[in-house]
């Protein structure tokens, strides 16, 4: 898949607002990046890995707080990250996952 130029696809987009719970809506591909509430597994896309295999996952993730604002947009090449990706398994996620993940700048900005 490539960056910026086409071949990615938004599948997960929450707007977590704090102390709030996130109303989460599997299964319905997110139409908003900022705005949104829902993910889809590539699996009920009907992807398959085997026969396009995912190069790498980005995230942009980012808290608006007016005390502490945060920015964080990285990808990661991590198999169990694009195992998660692919069948919406969680129970496997862990804090090793995103080691040695790579830092990108903000989208526009690269």
């Known amino acids: 898949m490539d960056e910026d130029e086409g071949g990615w696809m938004l599948v997960f987009a929450y707007n977590h607002k704090p102390?709030?719970?996130?109303?989460?809506?599997?299964?319905?591909?997110?139409?908003?990046?900022?705005?949104?509430?829902?993910?889809?597994?590539?699996k009920d896309?009907?992807?398959?890995?085997?026969?396009n295999p995912i190069e790498d996952i980005r995230f942009v993730c980012s808290n608006k707080s007016k005390k502490n604002p945060a920015f964080a947009h990285f990808k990661t090449d991590?198999?169990?990250?694009?195992?998660?990706?692919?069948?919406?398994?969680?129970?496997?996620?862990?804090?090793?996952?995103f080691e040695g993940h790579v830092k990108l700048d903000k989208p526009g900005n690269a």
């Open 78 to 97: 991590d198999a169990g990250v694009k195992e998660i990706l692919t069948t919406g398994e969680t129970k496997k996620i862990n804090d090793k996952m």
């Open 45 to 51: 896309l009907g992807y398959d890995p085997e026969k």
């Open 19 to 42: 102390k709030k719970p996130t109303l989460e809506s599997g299964g319905k591909l997110p139409t908003d990046p900022y705005k949104g509430n829902s993910h889809i597994n590539l």
